[in-house]
């Protein structure tokens, strides 16, 4: 009964987690979750406020399938002030979340075979969007040595006749690594000038802790116009419930892009885009705030490692993740390795993490600092109790 694109979907990883914290959680017991994805903040009372009002104004019907005018103007202006890119709003497509709009994005540019470059340690869900819009992943390896920085070399090796877009998610999750201006131009202009597409996902711009933060079409005109720009609210204003994603590209993609949506999704949420404007005009001191407090975690984090020395990590420059190598504990545990030492440490501490062969990266995990501190202090201490008892 099922097509051969169902069955080729791999369970996801981190539901397998979740519903087991669920399950222990149930249990009564105590569980330290760092294995989350979203912020852990509330979304900001003046877009929940944005949100009340949108409804009582009866804006709860259909709209135009690239999103709401005053939204998509929004949209642009946001990317001319804080990015120094410029887009006119029918460069605009609203989505329903980020996940969206790189689908769009695949669908909009794939044809069957094509290949796009990703770059490990990835995100869970690209590979398998790839794979939904008929595209072939070509995975490259970046090095923890590098910082899990993808080098012009490796791509060099990777790209083929068939490659048509190369995917680079910058700040990253899993590592919490982001590229310099320098090391994006090198990279982006070699593949502007072949010709191949660059699908920019920056999600995580705004949780950036010591940089600034360089977004991709802003490095030149070629680029810009080879770059297709992911974005969205979810994780800079905790709006991951809303939906909320967006698009940056030529009018001519904007335009199939819109085509695509009309016909499976019609348009995201109404009532979510008429707060997205507030989120975008008015949300800029709460912003401030939940990116002071991921510093403060990840500041506290780093220095933990480095006191300890018990495991390695590469300290996270933005997003709200650290990418733990636990390649050291090879002989300790069975040979599925981060499944293994997931799933132990949750039994055994109640800490609860992401095997890295979910990104894509065996001899990782991932922890999320998008909890509280109280948890984070907790959970290291426990982290630290687990590896001394198995090194018993
Ligand atoms: C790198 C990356 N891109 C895209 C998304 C999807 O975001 P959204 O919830 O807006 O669909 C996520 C969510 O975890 C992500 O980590």
Redesign the pocket.
């Known amino acids: 009964m099922l097509s051969i694109k169902a069955k080729s979907i791999t369970p996801s990883i981190t539901m397998s987690i979740s519903s087991r914290v669920k399950e222990l959680k149930s249990q009564g017991e105590d569980i330290i979750n760092l294995s989350i994805?979203?912020p852990d903040f509330t979304t900001p009372e003046a877009i929940k406020k944005a949100g009340c009002k949108a409804i009582e104004d009866n804006i709860t019907k259909y709209d135009a399938a690239a999103g709401n005018a005053v939204l998509r103007q929004a949209i642009a202006e946001k990317l001319k002030d804080e990015n120094g890119v410029h887009y006119t709003a029918d460069q605009i497509v609203v989505t329903?979340?980020?996940?969206?709009?790189?689908t769009n994005a695949l669908i909009a540019t794939l044809d069957p075979g094509d290949e796009v470059i990703l770059p490990t340690p990835y995100?869970v869900?690209y590979p398998e969007i790839i794979a939904l819009c008929g595209g072939v992943t070509k995975v490259v390896k970046t090095d923890k040595a590098t910082g899990f920085i993808l080098t012009l070399e490796d791509l060099k090796k990777h790209i083929t006749a068939k490659t048509k877009v190369v995917l680079i998610?910058n700040p990253?999750?899993p590592t919490g690594n982001v590229y310099s201006q320098d090391e994006l131009s090198e990279i982006c202009t070699y593949l502007a000038d072949r010709g191949i597409i660059i699908l920019a996902?920056e999600?995580?711009e705004r949780i950036v802790f010591d940089e600034p933060f360089c977004s991709i079409p802003s490095i030149s005109q070629k680029v810009y116009d080879h770059t297709i720009l992911?974005n969205?609210?979810?994780?800079s204003v905790s709006m991951?419930g809303w939906?909320?994603?967006y698009t940056a590209t030529s009018q001519k993609l904007a335009k199939a892009m819109a085509g695509i949506q009309s016909h499976l999704t019609g348009h995201s949420c109404t009532i979510t885009q008429a707060a997205s404007i507030t989120a975008l005009k008015d949300c800029e001191n709460d912003i401030e705030e939940m990116v002071a407090i991921y510093k403060k975690r990840r500041d506290f984090i780093v220095r933990f490692f480095q006191d300890w020395k018990g495991l390695d990590i590469v300290p996270p420059k933005g997003a709200f993740y650290v990418f733990i190598d636990i390649s050291s504990l090879r002989s300790y545990l069975s040979e599925d390795l981060s499944m293994s030492f997931c799933s132990e440490i949750l039994e055994q501490q109640k800490v609860a993490f992401v095997p890295g062969i979910s990104f894509g990266e065996d001899d990782f995990v991932r922890m999320s600092y998008a909890a509280s501190m109280e948890d984070i202090e907790q959970g290291l201490n426990r982290l630290k109790a687990f590896i001394e008892n198995l090194k018993k």
Do not use: C, V
């Open positions: 994805g979203e329903n979340g980020a996940k969206q709009a790189i995100w869900s998610n990253s999750n996902d999600i995580y992911i969205g609210l979810s994780k991951t939906r909320m994603g």
